[in-house]
């Protein structure tokens, strides 16, 4: 089975080669940036005499409707530097000034509203760049982009914050926006005379996206294939970024109703983050506490498989893709940072398994090669039979050609002690990978062939996974396939994955139609399948889906889809999706047939009132499945933000199979008082789960990057009057200082 493997592997590399040759038309578009050495006021108004040294940039184009004629309201920019900071002038013609600003909170979300966003990629890779954005009221969002920034999915990193400024003025006819951004907030090679540049601009009562450097809107808005240049005038100096050190203070009251046991505790930790020259950065945990963390989505889980949830905590997410885009997504991650820091009771009840310190450095090492090191030691909870942990990542990724790159990953994971309640098999596990990343210069091409190990105690036989995906997008189509074969004895504890011992077949096309319509963006049809083969039951079928959509997207982003989907799917075990306590679960050794049609509409979202809907229903197993799933949003913008999430489940299975209807019902209040002052109350109720919860924040932020909050949740068992299991008040301090 290894020979196979390393086949498959040979053949995705000689399907990849020949697209390496793939080019495109450079774009000519570039901005001097002119030195200067008097003081510019951030004040929105761009009126200082030394804006005078820099010319108007303008001769945008739209992304939509069109990709191919100029943008009705255009937007013209100008650029300055002096030794320490980057000064960027920004003024956006308008329609009215009826701005979608629905809150002030930073990183705010721009889909669906007005907003402004510079990208720069300082070391000119066309893969990963550095996005502060803005909208009319001067909001602040920042983040990291990685990747070439080719899906809306992946590659966005908004957990990412730095210093910097950004003030605003509006008119009649147009608003300003005039930034500063240190030099020392970003990274970048100060022998390198010029960076790529992009501006993208949303403009939502004209209805239209709009960028500097044209882009086809097959691909997505800010694409790091499609950029221009700013070229200095005087060369950069070496950055002297500072040491930033972020202490924090917290202090939390818990009552734990289900075992009549209160406590309180105070701790003190702190994170640091010291530059080692222009490129590299290195993060220090010690004590990290993540009272603040936004809680987890509640999901309905109606599958065999586990839900992978989003990471929220900082510490893991600055230049997060080089530890994490590995793999596949749906079917194999070696590196899931959820892994570290959270595990499971005896009960199976997810809980926090204490960081007592960690380091990770992760940047460049030269203008072509990003290095990432990753080590964190966890704290041991006998009493769960949870030991205590060291976990280290180490990759390395390489720049090929334009925009592809080779990357080298090792991850380890071993236990520190030698407990009594952890078998031999469980002490310790390695993987190691290499994968080649294609993304040809225009985009058309993108891909991924990947080949890993695992190193497991006992587990020796067959313990690799290699596989690869190819995709083709041009305006009118797409066309993807996807390879993966996947070894029985492959295991990754610090890692994601649905399955072993697997080979997935997975083909897709979509066809795209442009109207005459202005108010229609396209027409979709999608054909998507894969297949599931067992190699260890001499490839025997054990899933298959078939998928068919048509999907309808208007400028406004209202979209109307329809798909219908037919599954097969072969129980080796037997399974029960309700999830309910003492029901008999449907056999195993089984082969099920089940068809499903969908409708799904999603309104405006610059609308006041606003909504997503899908509507389910079809077989399911041996019975039917109707599911019904809505998000209402309504604001009072900028100030007040409310949403509600309505899920059902209606599962109808022949007796004596269980039976269920299963809620999800989550109303969020988010009140933005000013651009410092933060409330947001969350409530969760899972009928799946059994379970109510509460969650109330209170964020102030006092200070640049620093913050004062106070977190109140609560939790309840539905099925027992609601009586509460566990109810917390948490205060934390938390500071960033600069030395």
Do not use: C
Not at 209 to 216: C, F, K, L, M
Not at 705 to 715: A, K, M, P, Q
Request: proline share 4%; charged share 25%; net charge neutral.
């Amino acid at each position: 089975m290894k020979n196979n493997n390393i086949k498959a592997l040979i053949y995705l590399w000689a399907i990849f080669f020949p697209l390496l040759l793939t080019s495109q038309e450079k774009q000519e578009k570039e901005i001097l940036v002119p030195s200067i050495k008097g003081s510019i006021k951030i004040d929105g108004l761009g009126n200082e005499i030394d804006w005078e040294k820099s010319n108007w940039t303008s001769d945008f184009w739209m992304w939509r409707p069109s990709d191919s004629i100029p943008a009705k309201k255009q937007t013209r920019f100008k650029i300055l530097r002096d030794e320490q900071n980057l000064y960027i002038l920004v003024e956006s013609d308008i329609n009215g000034t009826n701005f979608t600003t629905p809150n002030l909170k930073r990183d705010f979300e721009t889909f669906g509203s007005d907003y402004l966003t510079l990208l720069f990629d300082t070391f000119s890779d066309a893969t990963n760049a550095f996005s502060f954005a803005t909208n009319p009221l001067g909001i602040k969002a920042d983040g990291l982009i990685s990747g070439g920034n080719q899906d809306y999915r992946t590659g966005r990193n908004f957990a990412w914050d730095t210093k910097w400024n950004v003030e605003t003025s509006v008119t009649d006819t147009h608003y300003t926006a005039e930034f500063k951004i240190p030099f020392n907030s970003m990274f970048y090679d100060n022998k390198n005379p010029s960076w790529r540049f992009n501006i993208l601009r949303r403009n939502t009562q004209g209805n239209e996206h709009s960028i500097w450097v044209r882009t086809p809107q097959n691909q997505v808005i800010g694409n790091l294939a499609f950029m221009g240049k700013m070229v200095f005038e005087t060369p950069l100096k070496k950055a002297k970024n500072p040491i930033s050190l972020i202490p924090f203070l917290s202090g939390a009251s818990y009552t734990d109703f289900e075992n009549s046991e209160k406590k309180t505790s105070f701790a003190v930790g702190g994170d640091a983050k010291v530059p080692i020259g222009n490129a590299l950065n290195l993060d220090l945990t010690f004590n990290p506490d993540f009272s603040q963390v936004e809680v987890d989505d509640q999901v309905v889980n109606l599958t065999r498989f586990a839900i992978s949830l989003p990471e929220k905590r900082q510490f893991f997410t600055q230049n997060d893709d080089l530890f994490k885009d590995f793999g596949a997504n749906r079917d194999v991650i070696p590196f899931f940072s959820r892994r570290i820091g959270v595990a499971e009771d005896l009960d199976g009840n997810t809980i926090e398994n204490k960081i007592i310190a960690g380091g990770r450095l992760s940047g460049k090492l030269n203008s072509n090669l990003r290095i990432g090191f990753l080590n964190i030691l966890t704290e041991a909870d006998v009493k769960n039979e949870i030991p205590s942990n060291l976990n280290t990542v180490f990759t390395l990724r390489q720049k090929v050609f334009d925009r592809s790159n080779i990357s080298f990953f090792y991850i380890d994971r071993r236990t520190t002690d030698d407990y009594d309640f952890i078998s031999e098999e469980e002490r310790k596990n390695s993987v190691t990978g290499i994968e080649y990343n294609l993304a040809s210069t225009d985009s058309k091409w993108t891909g991924r062939a990947f080949l890993h190990k695992s190193f497991t105690q006992g587990l020796t036989e067959d313990d690799m996974i290699a596989g690869g995906v190819l995709r083709r997008n041009t305006l009118e189509q797409q066309i993807e396939l996807e390879v993966i074969h996947g070894g029985e004895d492959f295991r990754s504890d610090l890692g994601f994955f649905r399955r072993t011992g697997f080979v997935k077949i997975a083909p897709a096309y979509t066809y795209r139609i442009y109207p005459k319509n202005p108010n229609v963006i396209n027409y979709e049809f999608s054909q998507r399948s894969f297949l599931i083969l067992d190699p260890t039951k001499e490839y025997k079928l054990t899933e298959r889906w078939l998928i068919s959509s048509i999907r309808k997207r208007y400028l406004d982003n209202t979209s109307l889809r329809f798909q219908f989907t037919n599954r097969y799917e072969f129980l080796f075990e037997e399974f029960d999706p309700t999830r309910s306590d003492g029901a008999i679960p449907l056999p195993g050794n089984v082969d099920y047939n089940f068809s499903e049609i969908e409708l799904a509409y999603r309104s405006d979202q610059r609308k006041i009132f606003n909504f997503n809907t899908e509507v389910k229903y079809g077989t399911f197993y041996n019975g039917t499945k109707l599911s019904i799933e809505n998000q209402i949003n309504w604001r009072k913008q900028p100030i007040f933000n409310a949403s509600m999430i309505v899920n059902f489940n209606a599962i109808k299975l022949p007796d004596p199979y269980p039976s269920k209807d299963i809620w999800l019902i989550s109303p969020k209040l988010d009140f933005t008082f000013s651009k410092t002052l933060f409330w947001t109350t969350f409530v969760q109720y899972n009928s799946q789960g059994e379970n109510l919860g509460v969650n109330s924040r209170l964020q102030w932020r006092f200070a640049p990057l620093s913050d004062l909050f106070f977190v109140y949740n609560d939790n309840y068992i539905s099925t027992d009057n609601f009586s509460p299991r566990y109810r917390s008040f948490n205060l934390k301090f938390t500071y960033w200082l600069n030395i």
